[in-house]
T-cell receptor, first 115, second 109 residues
Framework: ETGVTQTPRHLVMGMTNKKSLKCEQH?????MYWYKQSAKKPLELMFV???????ENNSVPSRFSPECPNSSHLFLHLHTLQPEDSALYLC??????????????FGPGTRLTVL | GQNIDQPTEMTATEGAIVQINCTYQ??????LFWYQQHAGEAPTFLSY??LDGLEEKGRFSSFLSRSKGYSYLLLKELQMKDSASYLC??????????WGAGTKLIIKP
């Protein structure tokens, strides 16, 4: 148990569906991240929120839309996805600032399958 | 471009020692992380190196040479539960983590 929870753990959706992934951290951290993990590929950083403001986009397609209503919650809204978007989506949090080396704590991920 | 290289897969025997290497080329360096990820689970933090040398933490040790752009993770007295993927990540000058693809470690009895 890392203090970061994600729901749902598994999601199957069609290309025309709209769904949302949810992440919650119970660690009092001030930064949250969305990553995409595909088999045998490095983790791909999608979005970073620091102090509830988005600071990184990394050219993610607009069919992925993040939302960070407060420092403990992070959402990833999905619409009109493609089969190649099937992957494990990981949420992470960290404490940014002096005296910290920004160790990231990960949630268990959402396994997404797009049909 | 930025790049992290580590072997795709390694096999070792229970009770033995294994060394997982990681080489990197990044724009700046603010530390190197090792994470462990069991299948279907979250990556969990193992170690952090920012200065050259060896950091020991129980059965696991991590080494860094900044001049060579090189690190290794050393696992001693291997146990079956050590079967997992081991991820190397470097924090660049923008404090962004650059990740390797991970090394899948298979432990055999």
């Amino acid at each position: 148990e890392t203090g970061v929870t994600q729901t749902p753990r598994h999601l199957v959706m069609g290309m025309t569906n709209k769904k949302s992934l949810k992440c919650e951290q119970h660690l009092g951290h001030n930064a949250m991240y969305w990553y995409k993990q595909s088999a045998k590929k490095p983790l791909e950083l999608m979005f970073v929120y620091s102090l509830e403001e988005r600071v990184e986009n990394n050219s993610v397609p607009s069919r992925f839309s993040p939302e960070c209503p407060n420092s403990s919650h992070l959402f990833l809204h999905l619409h009109t996805l493609q089969p190649e978007d099937s992957a494990l989506y990981l949420c992470a949090s960290s404490q940014e600032g002096s005296g910290s080396y920004n160790e990231q704590f990960f949630g268990p991920g959402t396994r997404l399958t797009v049909l | 471009g930025q790049n992290i290289d580590q072997p795709t897969e390694m096999t070792a025997t229970e009770g033995a020692i294994v060394q997982i290497n990681c080489t990197y080329q990044t724009s700046g360096f603010n530390g190197l992380f090792w994470y462990q990820q069991h299948a279907g689970e979250a990556p969990t933090f193992l170690s952090y190196n920012v200065l050259d040398g060896l950091e020991e933490k129980g059965r696991f040790s991590s080494f860094l040479s900044r001049s060579k752009g090189y690190s290794y993770l050393l696992l001693k007295e291997l146990q079956m539960k050590d079967s997992a993927s081991y991820l190397c990540a470097v924090m660049d000058s923008n404090y962004q983590l650059i990740w390797g693809a991970g090394t899948k470690l298979i432990i055999k009895p």
